[in-house]
């Protein structure tokens, strides 16, 4: 009995150092390496008479990416060679290597660095939590080096086109990673639309300001620009291209509102008459012009018209003999 309660009692007191012996700092990441960061003699209130050997040591550093407020699991690396090194007489903290807090902890803002190690012979084993700040050093990136996208000149104003498979994204934390878009060198066509939705997801998209004319202009072109907001605000941009695809918008359009001809009662069927001429703005077969007269089955049977179209040059030709009496008017 006896010894069961000195043993629980030898529990609550490791509990209590280990508590006592546990301190944070924190650094911000992509410092040099070399650099001192702290003195852990100062901060242990251990002697600074160099005399008086501490002899520091690390056991173990581990990265600690915690996960608790998503929903991937938490994930713990310890580095054998570790990031960091406690000059053993000095007790001064400095890095050894690169620490990257975007490459090692992603978009988790809870990202610390545990050291575990021993200020000196005789001495209970401490913890240091070195918490990992994040910098701006990333621009937002987009995923292709140019948009490009085709749309019809029929789309109506206020029509919105999304850009969302275009979006830039951006490594950083936080407002270094929120990104506004701006459409620069743009004209009166279209305007850029960013949102949250409803679910808390962020679209970009394009909306269509004015009416849109392919036989005005084919191609509409603009600078995307993805700017964080984080301090020090990175940005990087890439060229917007819309393709306008034409459409049967436009009539074919004669040159004359009227063809006027004179003839004489004896010229001859097959003679060349005149040549009509229409022009249509769309491009390839919308505007391709063909001419026909119009005329009914009947009509064609009792000799009207006296004369006929080329479909493909326009060219009007008499198919009978006239006369005065009959074709007059
Ligand atoms: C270390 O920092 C975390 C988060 O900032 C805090 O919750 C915790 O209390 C700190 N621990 C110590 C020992 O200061
Ligand atoms: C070191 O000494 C200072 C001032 O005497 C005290 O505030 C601090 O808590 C001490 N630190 C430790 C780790 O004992
Ligand atoms: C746009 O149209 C061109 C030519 O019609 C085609 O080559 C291209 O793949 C289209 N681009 C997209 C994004 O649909
Ligand atoms: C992030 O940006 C928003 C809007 O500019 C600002 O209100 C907020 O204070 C910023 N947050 C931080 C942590 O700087
Ligand atoms: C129309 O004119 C073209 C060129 O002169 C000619 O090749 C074609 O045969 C003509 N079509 C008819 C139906 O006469
Ligand atoms: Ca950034
Ligand atoms: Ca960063
Ligand atoms: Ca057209
Ligand atoms: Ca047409």
Request: negative net charge; proline residues 5%.
């Amino acid at each position: 009995m006896q010894l069961f309660c000195n043993l629980s009692l030898l529990v609550v007191i490791i509990v209590s150092s280990a508590v006592a012996a546990h301190f944070n700092i924190s650094l911000e990441e992509e410092q040099q390496i070399g650099v001192p960061i702290i003195d852990l003699r100062k901060v242990l209130n251990l002697s600074t008479n160099p005399t008086k050997k501490t002899e520091f040591k690390i056991l173990e550093q581990t990265l600690h990416v915690d996960r608790s407020s998503g929903l991937a699991p938490s994930s713990r690396v310890t580095d054998q060679t570790g990031w960091f090194k406690i000059e053993q007489s000095t007790g001064i903290l400095s890095q050894t290597k690169r620490i990257d807090r975007d490459l090692l902890c992603g978009k988790v803002e809870l990202c610390f660095i545990q050291i575990i190690f021993l200020p000196g012979l005789y001495m209970s084993v401490m913890h240091l939590d070195v918490y990992i700040k994040d910098l701006n050093d990333n621009s937002p990136c987009f995923p292709s080096p140019s948009i490009e996208i085709n749309v019809s000149e029929d789309l109506e104003v206020n029509h919105e086109i999304s850009l969302d498979r275009y979006k830039a994204t951006d490594v950083d934390l936080g407002n270094n990673s929120m990104i506004q878009y701006t459409l620069l060198h743009h004209d009166v066509f279209f305007k850029a639309r960013q949102y949250r939705d409803p679910v808390g997801h962020e679209h970009l998209s394009l909306v269509v300001s004015h009416i849109l004319d392919y036989e005005q202009t084919k191609v509409h072109r603009m600078l995307l620009l993805a700017s964080d907001m984080g301090t020090s605000s990175q940005s990087s941009s890439v060229p917007l291209l819309i393709h306008l695809i034409d459409e049967n918008d436009n009539k074919p359009n004669f040159e004359k509102t009227l063809y006027d001809v004179y003839l004489s009662e004896n010229t001859p069927p097959g003679e060349i008459l005149t040549r009509v001429q229409a022009s249509d703005r769309d491009s390839g077969d919308l505007g391709y012009v063909h001419y026909v007269i119009p005329a009914s089955d009947q009509d064609r049977r009792e000799g009207y018209p006296p004369v006929s179209v080329n479909e493909t040059t326009g060219t009007v030709s008499l198919c009978e003999k006239l006369d005065y009496h009959v074709h007059n008017e």
